[in-house]
């Protein structure tokens, strides 16, 4: 039984890295109200803080995410209205907005609401003891992006074969099917994930925002529409201080030292 004074939502930073771990494993980190408040929140403030540049996502305990906390299913409290922020306030859609690399570090068992919140992050580090649960099998739909997410994530036949058949996935299946970027030993696995977040936090912070807006842009854009998207992002980046130091970088082979400005 866990701790009833202790914190949901568990937040460290080492260096660049911003850690957020779900805490709530007594009950596989169910996510209520309060909890995706502050998840949110936490997103949308590390988005704003220079000092940040990469971000790892995880769980508690044993599971990941076991979706939304079903003793208040249909309430307000989950969807939004009660805690004073709408649907496109939660965690699934925020994480949409966020211009920094998000890196799910999946560690065990993620179901529906988990499931797409997992999928929705920027890369995905799995546990060999990790796994997905579709919640067509409950009588729902995956109401937070999934149905989005999956066909463009691993096409449509196989976001028909995820989704359709509601078979739990277990981390095999997950590799397989290309749903995680790595599957790894279970005791490997944050290790795992701070050495890619600690790689990404290394580059032009600016430089990974422009790029993330510009392929996030690109999933409802044509071609000739997201090229003069990246053409005004270039233009901006040419203007920044880490675009200067980059080149000086280069001509005097060495690491570059970004500021983010």
């Not at 691993?154 to 277990?170: P, S």
């Not at 970027?181 to 490997?188: C, G, L, Q, Y």
């Not at 795992?192 to 422009?210: C, D, F, I």
């Given at each position: 039984?866990?701790?009833?004074?202790?914190?949901?939502?568990?937040?460290?930073?080492?260096?660049?890295?911003?850690?957020?771990?779900?805490?709530?494993?007594?009950?596989?980190?169910?996510?209520?109200?309060?909890?995706?408040?502050?998840?949110?929140?936490?997103?949308?403030?590390?988005?704003?803080?220079?000092?940040?540049?990469?971000?790892?996502?995880?769980?508690?305990?044993?599971?990941?995410?076991?979706?939304?906390?079903?003793?208040?299913?249909?309430?307000?409290?989950?969807?939004?209205?009660?805690?004073?922020?709408?649907?496109?306030?939660?965690?699934?859609?925020?994480?949409?907005?966020?211009?920094?690399?998000?890196?799910?570090?999946?560690?065990?068992?993620?179901?529906?609401?988990?499931?797409?919140?997992?999928?929705?992050?920027?890369?995905?580090?799995?546990?060999?003891?990790?796994?997905?649960?579709?919640?067509?099998?409950?009588?729902?739909?995956?109401?937070?992006?999934?149905?989005?997410?999956?066909p463009?994530?691993?096409?449509?036949?196989?976001?028909?074969?995820?989704?359709?058949?509601?078979?739990?996935l277990?981390?095999?299946?997950?590799?397989?099917?290309?749903?995680?970027?790595?599957?790894?030993?279970?005791?490997?696995?944050?290790?795992?994930?701070?050495?890619?977040?600690?790689?990404?936090?290394t580059?032009?912070?600016?430089?990974?925002?422009?790029?993330?807006?510009?392929?996030?842009?690109?999933?409802?854009?044509?071609?000739?529409?997201?090229?003069?998207?990246?053409?005004?992002?270039?233009?901006?980046?040419f203007?920044s201080k880490?675009?200067?130091?980059?080149?000086?970088?280069?001509?005097?082979?060495?690491?570059?030292?970004?500021?983010?400005?």
């Amino acid at each position: 039984m866990s701790d009833p004074q202790a914190p949901q939502l568990l937040h460290e930073r080492r260096g660049h890295v911003l850690i957020l771990t779900l805490n709530r494993p007594d009950r596989l980190n169910a996510i209520d109200g309060p909890m995706l408040k502050d998840l949110s929140r936490m997103l949308l403030e590390a988005n704003q803080d220079p000092e940040v540049r990469a971000i790892v996502l995880t769980g508690a305990g044993r599971g990941f995410c076991s979706g939304l906390d079903l003793k208040n299913a249909g309430s307000s409290d989950l969807t939004g209205g009660g805690q004073g922020f709408t649907i496109a306030e939660t965690p699934p859609f925020v994480l949409r907005r966020v211009d920094k690399p998000v890196i799910c570090a999946l560690n065990g068992p993620a179901a529906g609401y988990g499931m797409d919140m997992a999928l929705g992050c920027d890369l995905l580090i799995a546990s060999d003891r990790a796994s997905f649960t579709p919640p067509v099998r409950r009588g729902v739909v995956p109401e937070s992006g999934g149905t989005w997410l999956l066909p463009h994530l691993i096409g449509w036949q196989r976001a028909c074969e995820v989704t359709l058949l509601a078979r739990k996935l277990d981390a095999k299946e997950i590799e397989r099917l290309g749903m995680a970027n790595r599957v790894v030993p279970d005791a490997d696995l944050m290790n795992e994930a701070m050495r890619w977040a600690e790689e990404a936090a290394t580059n032009a912070p600016l430089a990974m925002k422009a790029a993330k807006r510009t392929m996030r842009a690109a999933m409802t854009s044509d071609y000739e529409s997201n090229s003069h998207l990246a053409m005004a992002e270039l233009m901006q980046l040419f203007r920044s201080k880490d675009f200067v130091e980059g080149l000086k970088a280069f001509a005097e082979k060495r690491d570059p030292k970004y500021e983010g400005r």
